[in-house]
């Protein structure tokens, strides 16, 4: 018998160690990113989708953007009682806190704080300070456990009835209640610190005591029952300190099953999961129990990147996107990235001489023998054998022949015959494999039919074992490969016999064998002896994009596709010779798109200048796909390719990305949108009790003089909050939707009176969109010497006054009042500089004038750096000082008649200056961030400098005839951009 038991021990212990648990990746929240403190005892979601954790220093309800926090402030109302806060319960629309200083009960509709304290005078208030667990039975009955007992609280008298041992022996002991939990049959469970687990009988008001006896492996194995969580089946999961977990799996007789771990110090068990069981120890870390397969894996802060932060495991959560959250004691928070490693990545390690060359990566291409090829701007080429992952390095050296021309690669090419071909800064290569060395093709002044040009950029083999060069300064080359001689195709834009530029870009044929040529300068069709020209024209939607093509790509159905530099990404319709194009409006990270490749399953995958993604191509729905940590989102580059296995490598910076494009997710439900935050003249109404919360607002009535409204959007989708994005539209003002962004904030101000309609867009991480996530009401009243009833005043006294002097004196109180409603209308309520209808108003017949004139514009583009951390640290009353400040500033350095200040939205501003050259607004731009710095306004928050700076984005220009106003503001808006990616605090001139 012994020795069958043992066999079956040794069977099952082998069983286990066959399985291997996928161990979860981990992103950090701590207090760098505004958590109030590290230490997080508790973990819930409400209704709208808000994260709320109970920390050591408050209460605190995150967004995926900030933080808003909930403290106690002496002789305050409206405040927590304590600022520990032990465990969080979730009722509806109530939050109950259980602190170290009482119970709480925040609404969460009106914002409203109540406390219950302990007053030893009086004995129906709650038997201790110290609440450690709370919960409501079946019979609506709210139990709270504190650390000196059970308490039962009648919300209606604001009574607590305390239970404890009865005369019979029954009842329940006044020790600490660790946990409580109303299971999904209606039974409530009670844990306690010392004296094991009790079932609670409401026939009876009593308790059944289910005893531990850890030399029984039915029972439970300790009476320090700490945490009670119920799985999707239903069954009950208890922790148990140095115990482990034990799930209850005969409820009649109370027979448990135990899984004991290395380190048994056991503070919570979650079993939210389908099969995956979270237990959190006191210094041990995070155990994970697999109920399917017996593995276990344990996750420790020493395990680094990607690990929890702290061993000492409080709290945790699964949230509705499946997400899991991680309290830690003294660590903050660890959430979890997707569980999927969608992604692998080479990077240059100076310390690894085997690694990637440091430098962009332009090109990539596998080989006929599976070689991965990899060419790095600066540094060379690589080859990468990816069943050894060794890297071998090639390196231009001056004195060796045979070597790499040049370190600057460009394009990687093989021919039909398996010849690798490379477009250097320094001649055409030719690989020879037998040599291991490279032919270089340079020009010869002396041979005209040597190539004309020695920086090469685009290589397409051509019919007749041919290759067409796209060249840097000379146009096209069609190579002879066997004869070794070129014909030249030099650029000439008036000759359609020759290519429209010199620089060319990127090279492919159709699928009826036309070669469509991408220039920095214009696209164009080469067919029967003929260069037919695509030229960008701002008024022909259905042409190119952009005068600039990095890359052309023929998908499996024959589609051609542009990848432009500022116009987004194209596909060509063949039958009507026109282009559909997706930009940032569609939801493309960036409207540069540097690389495309077509996935086994058909969809399109490109390359941006910050970011990577897929596209249906029958929806031409765009998805995006993130990466993780400290590589998420770097820029990318030209070089990309599928490689025979299905995985596609897309070239970084100083990065190589291998992906696995079936670990994308493709069907993802659409987020929900919240309203976070909604600013009145910017006080936000979380302040005002007259309001309700700002989520739960539907709708807005405004006074007149309370028409400026900011709103604070986030999703319920938190898994990479930063790359969500919103598209909004204010119906009955704006014109069109917003460009989809990440920036979470609508800004209105100087609304006239009417109704609108409040309309927003969101998508989240991948890029699923929800088209009609809000539709928020909003009416603002008419001043009121506008209303009708002012008019019909206006009328009675034209009439009851003579006739001639009563009709001029009218009228000149009629222009006064137009006069005085015009400056209230084209006058920021907030700084008194002008406001966006002002600008609108002046802008076109400022740019006409200079345009008449043949006069230089320049125009401003400001944006206060860290803004919105400022607001969040010192407060929009502080903000709103900032903001006067600025705006003073500006107004006083364009001082001229002539110039222009306005106030763009939000945190951004505007400068005109007329008749002002590029040197002169340059210097001007330079005195304009001097002048900001120097005012030493603190800002904390900033991660630029310790003050208050600004960044700036300018352009200088003379107006064309009829050029669209709106057009020199984005140029400008663009050099912001740049200004902001480059570290702020600067000033960029768009080229």
């Known amino acids: ?157 604001g009574r607590f009835i305390h239970y404890g041992p009865k005369d019979d022996g029954t009842g329940i002991p006044r020790i600490m ?73 005969d409820p009649a007789a109370f027979r448990f099953k135990t899984i004991r771990f290395e380190d048994e110090r056991l503070y919570f068990v979650n079993a939210q999961d389908q099969d995956l069981v979270y237990a959190g120890t006191w210094g041990g870390g995070l155990f994970v129990y697999s109920k399917s397969s017996g593995a276990i894996e344990c996750i420790k802060s020493s395990y680094g990147t990607g690990s929890i932060p702290n061993d000492v495991v409080y709290s945790s ?31 240059a390690n100076p310390e690894n001489p085997g690694s990637l060359a440091p430098g962009k990566v332009t090109s990539i291409l596998e080989d006929q023998q599976g070689l991965l090829w990899v060419g790095i701007y600066g540094s060379g080429l690589q080859v990468l054998d990816r069943t050894t ?23 990687i090419y093989e021919d039909s015959r398996g010849v690798i071909w490379l477009a250097t800064n320094e001649g055409l290569a030719r690989y020879n494999r037998s040599t291991d060395s490279f032919i270089t093709y340079l020009p010869d002044p002396a041979n005209p039919d040597s190539i004309s040009d020695s920086v090469i ?51 492919e044929y159709d699928g009826v064998g036309n070669l469509w040529i991408g220039y920095n300068n214009g696209l164009d069709r080469y067919e029967q ?82 970011g990577i993604g897929y596209i249906d191509k029958q929806g031409l729905e765009f998805r995006g796909f993130s990466l993780f940590n400290d590589l998420k989102d770097r820029e990318f580059h030209t070089g990309v390719c599928k490689t025979r296995d299905g995985r596609i490598f897309f070239g970084g910076q100083s990065a190589l990305y291998e992906i696995d494009p079936r670990s994308a997710e493709k069907v993802k439900p659409p987020p929900e949108l919240v309203i976070s935050d909604i600013t009145i003249n910017s006080k936000s109404l979380w302040d005002d009790f007259s309001f309700s919360t700002p989520p739960y607002i539907t709708s807005l009535e405004l006074p007149y003089d309370k028409n400026n409204v900011s709103f604070f959007f986030s999703a319920n989708d938190l898994q990479e909050p930063n790359r969500n994005l919103f598209s909004y539209k204010l119906e009955g003002f704006d014109k069109s939707w917003s460009i989809p962004s990440t920036d979470h904030v609508a800004y209105y101000t100087n609304l006239p009176g009417g109704t609108y309609l409040l309309k927003v867009r969101v998508a989240n991480s991948e890029g699923v969109w929800n088209d009609d996530a809000l539709n928020f009401p909003i009416k603002v009243a008419s001043p009121p010497w506008l ?49 966006r209808r002002h600008l609108d108003e002046l802008l076109p017949r400022i740019v006409a004038e200079a345009s008449r004139d043949k006069s230089p514009l320049s125009v401003f583009m400001l944006d206060i750096d860290c803004f919105k951390n400022y607001n969040d640290h010192y407060g929009h009353l502080k903000g709103d000082e900032v903001l006067k400040t600025v705006a003073a500033l500006l107004a006083d350095r364009a001082g001229r008649a002539t110039d222009l200040v306005a106030r763009y939205g939000g945190e951004e501003f505007i400068v005109l200056l007329p008749h002002t050259d590029k040197a002169g607004a340059e210097i001007m731009a330079k005195e304009i961030l001097q002048n900001i710095r120097d005012l030493q306004i603190p800002h904390e928050t900033s991660f630029v400098l310790p003050v208050l700076t600004i960044s700036i984005g300018m352009v200088t220009l003379i107006p064309e005839p009829g050029q669209d106003p709106a057009s020199i503001v984005e140029k400008a808006d663009k050099a912001l951009y740049q200004a902001k990616a480059e570290g702020r605090n600067c000033y960029r001139i768009f080229i």
């Open 177 to 249: 209640i660790r946990d409580l939990h109303l299971d999904r049959k209606g039974r409530l469970w009670v844990a306690t610190s010392g004296k094991g687990l009790y079932l609670y009988q409401d026939t009876t008001d009593n308790f059944n005591h289910i005893k531990d006896d850890k030399n029984n492996p039915d029972a439970l194995p300790s009476p320090y029952v700490m945490s009670i969580s119920e799985d999707p089946e239903g069954q009950l999961w208890f922790a148990t300190w140095y115990g482990g977990i034990s799930v209850l799996t």
């Open 317 to 347: 959560l699964i949230d509705s996107q499946r997400i899991l959250w991680i309290g830690t004691n003294g660590g903050g928070i660890a959430r979890s990235e997707s569980k999927k490693r969608r992604y692998r990545a080479y990077t």
């Open 1 to 157: 018998m012994k020795k069958k038991q043992f066999i079956e021990i040794l069977l099952f212990l082998v069983t286990i160690l066959s399985y291997t648990l996928e161990r979860p990746v981990f992103t950090i929240i701590g207090t760098r990113d505004g958590l109030p403190n590290s230490a997080v005892s508790a973990i819930v979601q409400d209704s709208k989708g808000f994260i709320w954790f109970g920390t050591q220093a408050g209460l605190v309800r995150y967004d995926g953007y900030s933080f808003k926090l909930y403290e106690n402030e002496p002789f305050e109302e409206n405040v927590l009682s304590h600022n520990q806060v032990q465990t969080l319960f979730l009722d509806g629309d109530i939050l109950w806190i259980g602190t170290y200083g009482g119970l709480n009960r925040l609404d969460l509709k009106t914002n409203r704080l109540s406390s219950y304290v302990k007053d030893t005078a009086r004995p129906e208030s709650i038997q201790d300070n110290l609440v450690v667990s709370i919960a409501r039975d079946v019979q609506g009955k709210l139990w709270v456990g504190t650390a000196q007992g059970l308490d039962q609280f009648d919300e209606q008298s």
């Open 457 to 507: 950029y685009a290589l397409k083999e051509a019919p007749g074992y041919k290759l067409w060069i796209g060249t840097y300064t000379h146009g096209l080359e069609l190579m002879d490969i066997e004869r070794e001689t070129f014909t030249h195709f030099p650029a000439n834009s008036e000759d359609d016999r020759y290519p429209q530029d010199s620089l060319v870009y990127a090279l």
């Open 787 to 835: 209303s009708f009833w002012a008019f019909l005043f206006y009328g009675c006294i034209i009439l009851t006054i003579g006739y001639t002097i009563a009709l001029m004196r009218s009228r000149k109180k009629l222009e006064e009042a137009n006069r005085r409603l015009d400056t209230l209308t084209m006058k920021d309520g907030l700084t008194g500089i002008s406001n």
């Open 389 to 411: 992952d060794v890297l071998k390095q090639y390196r231009h050296h001056k004195n060796k022949q045979g070597s790499l021309p040049n370190d600057i690669v460009n394009t």
């Open 529 to 610: 002896g003929r260069f037919i020209r695509y030229r960008y024209n701002r008024t022909n939607k259905t042409g190119i994009s952009s005068n600039t093509i990095r890359h052309i790509y023929r998908d499996s159905l024959g589609t051609l596709w542009l990848g432009t530099v500022g116009g987004g990404l194209s596909r060509y319709v063949a039958d009507k010779d026109q282009f559909i194009h997706l930009t940032k409006k569609e939801g493309i990270p960036h409207n540069t798109v540097r690389s495309i490749i077509e996935d086994d399953e058909g969809n399109l995958w490109v390359g941006t200048a910050i």
